[in-house]
C-alpha cells in the first residue's frame, strides 16, 4: 500500500521506489504545469520565446532565489548539476602543476570533467580519500584542507554526496579554503529541498544543484550560481547571441546562460509551482518537509543496519538528509551476487534481484566510483531514499527483502 501523500504522483503503485535520488520523481499538478506551459508555447512559439521569455526567467530566478537564499541575478539557469559543473569547469584555465582537490566520494560524471580539463592544462586532480561509512565532519575538513597545497587552485567539494549519501560540512571547508586564496565549486546535486541552503552566506564561488530531485520540478530543471566577481570567467556549455548582445538591461552573465539556442524552458518555468506545491504538503512547509524526509532515512538506515550487521550503522545521524546509504556485507547471500560493469549507469545484478523478484527499486552501486583510481578494490553499498510518496512501509518491505536473501529463502 503506497504511502497517503503517494497519490500525488504518477509512481507504478506496484513498485516500492526507494531510489529519488537518482531521477527524482515530479507530482502530477507540477507535471500539469508544465504541460500547461508547453501549450502556450507551441499556441505562439515567437511570442513565447521571442518576446516574453526573459521576463518569465527573472520571475523563476526570483523564486528560486528565495528558496536558496541568492541574488536572482547570480543564478543560472541550466538542464542539470552535471552541465552548471562543466560550464565551470571548463571555463577555468589552469597552469601545469596546478592542483584541483576533490573527493573519493565525488560524482563520477564530475569526476571524468575535472580529469578532462587537468589533461587539458597539465594540471592534476588530487582525490582526498575519505572513510566510508565511519567519517565525521571534523575528519572530512580535517582530510581535505591537508590536501592543500601552494599549488591548490580549485576545490570541487559535493554538499551531499551521491555515492554515499553524506551530508559534508561544505560551510567550513568553504571558508577555511577562502581564508587560503582557493575558490570552491560546490556540487549541490541534491541539496536544494533537502537541506536548507543560504547561498549567499556561503559564499563560495560555485555552487550547481539540481531541482528535479528532492524540489521535484520537472527534469532538465537545475541551477547555477556564480558569485558576482567570478561571473566574468564562466561561460555556458553553448556560446550564442548573449556574447555580442547589448547589456543595457542584463549582465554578461545572464544574457549568456539565458539563451543557449532553442531549447523548452518549461522545466525551469514550472520550478516555482514545484517549490509551492511539496512546500504545500505538510504542516509546517518546507522545514517539516525536510524533517520528514530526514526521519525516514534514518529509520531506513538503521532498520538496514540490523539486517546487514550492527557494525554497518556508520555515519553519524548529523551526516544524513533524505538519503541514507550503507555497505553491503562482501560475503554471504547478500555480497555473493557478482556486481557488473564498470558504468555508475549500469544495474547491479543484485538490483535487479531486488527489483525482479520484490518489486524494490532501489540503487546497488559501487564506491568509490570508476573515476577514482583506488588501489583496493570498491564497495558495493545500497543506498535509499526517502521522499514524501515515502512511508516507513517502504522500508519495511526492503527489510523484509534482505532478511528473505541473508536467509537464502530467494536466489537468482
Not at 168 to 192: C, F, K, M, S, Y
Request: proline share 8%; with cysteine; glycine share 10%.
Amino acid at each position: 500500500m503506497p504511502s497517503e501523500l503517494a497519490r500525488h504522483w504518477g509512481l507504478d503503485p506496484a513498485i516500492t521506489f526507494l531510489n529519488h535520488g537518482s531521477f527524482g520523481a515530479c507530482p502530477r499538478a507540477v507535471l500539469d504545469v508544465q504541460q500547461a506551459l508547453r501549450d502556450e508555447l507551441e499556441a505562439e512559439p515567437v511570442r513565447f520565446l521571442g518576446r516574453e521569455l526573459n521576463g518569465r526567467l527573472a520571475n523563476v530566478r526570483e523564486a528560486l532565489g528565495d528558496f536558496v537564499g541568492a541574488d536572482p541575478d547570480d543564478l543560472a539557469l541550466v538542464a542539470n548539476a552535471t552541465g552548471g559543473a562543466n560550464a565551470v569547469i571548463r571555463s577555468l584555465r589552469f597552469e601545469i602543476g596546478d592542483e584541483i582537490v576533490t573527493t573519493d566520494h565525488e560524482y563520477n560524471a564530475i569526476l571524468n570533467v575535472l580529469r578532462y580539463v587537468a589533461e587539458r592544462d597539465g594540471a592534476r586532480v588530487v582525490i582526498v580519500e575519505l572513510p566510508f561509512p565511519a567519517v565525521s565532519p571534523d575528519d572530512v575538513v580535517e582530510r581535505v584542507m591537508a590536501a592543500v597545497t601552494q599549488r591548490t587552485r580549485l576545490a570541487v567539494i559535493s554538499h551531499v554526496t551521491s555515492p554515499t549519501a553524506l551530508i559534508l560540512p561544505v560551510e567550513r571547508i568553504v571558508a577555511e579554503l577562502a581564508e587560503q586564496g582557493i575558490d570552491t565549486l560546490v556540487d549541490g546535486a541534491h541539496a536544494p529541498g533537502m537541506v536548507p541552503l543560504d547561498l549567499d552566506a556561503l559564499g563560495a564561488a560555485y555552487y550547481t544543484a539540481n531541482l528535479h530531485k528532492w524540489v521535484c520540478a520537472p527534469k532538465g530543471s537545475a541551477f547555477l550560481h556564480v558569485r558576482r566577481d567570478r561571473q566574468a570567467g564562466v561561460r555556458p556549455g553553448t556560446i550564442s547571441h548573449g556574447l555580442n548582445a547589448p547589456t543595457a538591461e542584463r549582465s554578461r552573465f545572464r544574457l549568456e546562460f539565458d539563451w543557449q539556442g532553442t531549447l523548452d524552458p518549461t522545466p525551469w518555468l514550472a520550478v516555482p509551482a514545484a517549490i509551492d506545491f511539496i512546500g504545500g504538503l505538510v504542516n509546517g512547509g518546507w522545514p517539516a518537509v525536510m524533517a520528514r524526509n530526514h526521519e525516514l532515512a534514518v529509520y531506513g538506515r538503521d532498520r538496514l543496519a540490523g539486517v546487514l550487521g550492527g557494525e554497518h550503522l556508520g555515519s553519524p545521524t548529523t551526516m544524513i538528509g533524505a538519503m541514507a546509504a550503507l555497505p553491503l556485507p562482501p560475503d554471504g547471500p547478500l555480497g555473493g551476487i557478482e556486481a557488473s560493469g564498470s558504468s555508475p549507469l549500469d544495474t547491479d545484478p543484485f538490483q535487479l534481484v531486488l527489483y525482479e523478484r520484490f518489486g524494490i527499486e532501489v540503487p546497488i552501486g559501487a564506491w568509490p566510483v570508476p573515476a577514482v583510481l583506488a588501489s583496493e578494490p570498491p564497495i558495493r553499498s545500497i543506498r535509499i531514499s526517502a521522499a514524501l510518496h515515502n512511508d516507513a512501509a517502504d522500508i519495511d518491505r526492503l527489510v523484509t527483502a534482505l532478511g528473505e536473501l541473508k536467509a537464502g529463502a530467494v536466489s537468482r
